[in-house]
């Protein structure tokens, strides 16, 4: 029998799932993600791209100095002004990685960078040359791979291994390869590049044509062993491969693969609903392992399977990927020990000052919710999970509103201990509410994107309110949860407001 063959995940939910329009986090999301990837076990966490801006320097700085279980990669272009950064940021790692990359294809070396081949080449060799100065670990990736000549790789990765590359990516960075062609390029890299195995193979997919995790699992049967991914497989344009589903996919077919993961599979679902929350990017009901019916049975023929076995129609148990099976959790007679005992089985790790103050506010729920579910919890404890800083509170609100009258907003503000009241008229009470804030804060943002959706079933559900201010070029995401939908939308409006005033503090420091 052989030995099962160890793979390693690199996340760059951070970096190149950020990328996704829409997607940004603050510096406060971004540790609480990267302390989720820690619990989750992945053995690389890309942070970010340090020289991008102050802000993206900052937290993979501080993503360096509070994750230790991981190593801590930073993107940097092959410029040494971009490995400086990317130094100075990892550096307080306990296991660094400079992550340096340049472009291979010709499409990419002519329109884009404007270098030949030999340049590409030369520049390739410096910079990782230049990284090595700094740091042991030093990944290198040749950006658009898949669609560059293949005898071009075979000489870019022999010459920067040479030098030291201690890992060899092998992006699909528009998501155009197939899995049979895929195979053949790593397999051929794998056998043509000399110095091979003194290097780690890795590859990054694309998720344009949706084969993006397809391409993956083809590249580790030839013999890649480190796979880059997101979670929920957020990323530029169509995504990147989705974490979950490569690591279920090893899971549940070892007898394919013949390989093996770090990753705590249980965390799965908590990190999904965190980079959901985070991002404000929903799930699709539908997503493999991580989908609001990735586990449901609706029809007659399946239900009758499942109560005869389990396994007739589930490949892996809901319990593998972390989603607890107790749909009715808690109630109004529940105490703070079994309120805390379930977090921690949904995966919230949170402070005694942020679960007594959850606490309190489960309580006032479940005055008003005759069932709580699991769903509700989340709900609550989303906002605690990641603290930022109040400049606004809401006091009070009034509504005036119906078919056959303008509706009107009063909203009450708490700033600091001052109460700031402000009315205003809109085209629904949302709009009045918003617009009377606008009034107390000011503006100079504006409202790129509100949803609403209920947080479970039932006539008292929650509804959960999902806003997207945006102020210059930067888009704050904020959410708020209520039984009233009016108050949901007013707590999401403040949350994105109070995100961006964190962020303009911060910058003013
Ligand atoms: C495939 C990927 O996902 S790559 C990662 C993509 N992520 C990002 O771009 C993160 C956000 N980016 C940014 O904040 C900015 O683009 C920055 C800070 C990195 C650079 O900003 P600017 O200096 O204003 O340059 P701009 O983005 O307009 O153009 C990119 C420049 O980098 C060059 N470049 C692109 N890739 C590389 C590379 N791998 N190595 C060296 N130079 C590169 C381009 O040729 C261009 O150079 P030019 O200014 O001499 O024409
Ligand atoms: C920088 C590389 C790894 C990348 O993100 C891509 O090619 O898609």
Not at 78 to 105: C, G, M, N, Q
Not at 402 to 418: D, H, Q, S, W
């Amino acid at each position: 029998m052989q030995m099962a063959k160890h793979i390693k995940i690199f996340d760059t939910t951070l970096r190149d799932g950020e990328q996704s329009p829409g997607c940004s986090m603050n510096l406060q999301e971004k540790i609480e993600l990267a302390k989720q990837l820690e619990r989750l076990r992945v053995d690389v966490i890309e942070a970010g791209f340090a020289i991008a801006s102050p802000g993206d320097f900052v937290s993979v700085k501080t993503v360096a100095q509070n994750v230790k279980n991981c190593r801590i990669a930073s993107l940097a272009r092959a410029l040494p002004e971009d490995i400086d950064r990317a130094y100075e940021a990892v550096k307080y790692a306990e296991a660094p990685r400079i992550h340096t990359f340049i472009a291979t294809s010709d499409i990419h070396m002519k329109y884009k960078l404007k270098a030949s081949k030999e340049e590409v080449l030369q520049r390739a060799v410096e910079m990782v040359k230049y990284a090595k100065k700094y740091c042991g670990d030093v990944e290198f990736s040749a950006e658009d791979a898949s669609r560059s000549e293949i005898e071009f790789l075979y000489q870019i990765f022999e010459a920067v291994i040479k030098v030291g590359a201690t890992v060899i990516n092998i992006p699909d960075t528009v998501g155009y390869t197939t899995p049979d062609e895929f195979f053949k390029l790593i397999h051929n890299i794998k056998n043509n590049v000399p110095n091979i195995d003194k290097a780690e193979i890795s590859v990054h997919c694309h998720n344009d044509l949706g084969l993006g995790v397809a391409n993956t699992l083809a590249a580790a049967k030839a013999g890649a062993t480190q796979l880059e991914c997101t979670i929920n497989g957020i990323g530029e344009r169509a995504g990147n491969a989705a974490l979950e589903e490569i690591v279920m996919a090893l899971n549940t077919r070892k007898d394919e693969y013949g390989m093996f993961t770090n990753i705590e599979t249980t965390e799965l679902y908590p990190s999904s609903r965190l980079v959901s929350k985070l991002t404000g990017m929903k799930i699709q009901h539908n997503k493999a392992i991580v989908g609001d019916n990735a586990f449901a049975h609706e029809s007659g023929i399946h239900q009758h399977g499942m109560l005869a076995h389990q396994s007739t129609y589930e490949i892996m148990t809901p319990e593998s990927v972390g989603l607890t099976n107790n749909k009715l959790v808690l109630g109004k007679h529940s105490g703070r020990h079994a309120f805390e005992e379930r977090l921690i089985s949904l995966g919230y790790h949170l402070s005694k000052e942020e679960l007594n103050k959850a606490f309190q506010e489960f309580k006032v729920l479940a005055d008003k919710k005759k069932v709580i579910y699991d769903k509700d919890i989340e709900a609550l404890v989303l906002d605690k999970a990641v603290m930022t800083k109040e400049f606004y509170k809401l006091n009070q609100f009034v509504i005036n509103s119906g078919n056959t009258i303008t509706p009107t907003g009063i909203v009450r503000l708490l700033k600091e201990n001052e109460e700031i009241e402000e009315v205003a008229t809109g085209h629904g009470p949302v709009d009045a509410v918003f617009k009377a804030i606008d009034k107390i804060v000011g503006n100079g943002f504006t409202l790129e994107d509100y949803a609403l959706q209920s947080v479970t079933e039932g006539e008292d559900a929650q509804g959960e309110a999902l806003v997207k201010i945006k102020l210059g070029n930067d888009i704050y995401n904020g959410r708020g949860v209520s039984t009233d939908v009016v108050e949901a939308s007013i707590k999401a409006y403040i949350n994105a407001i109070n995100k961006m005033l964190n962020e303009l503090e911060w910058h003013e420091e």
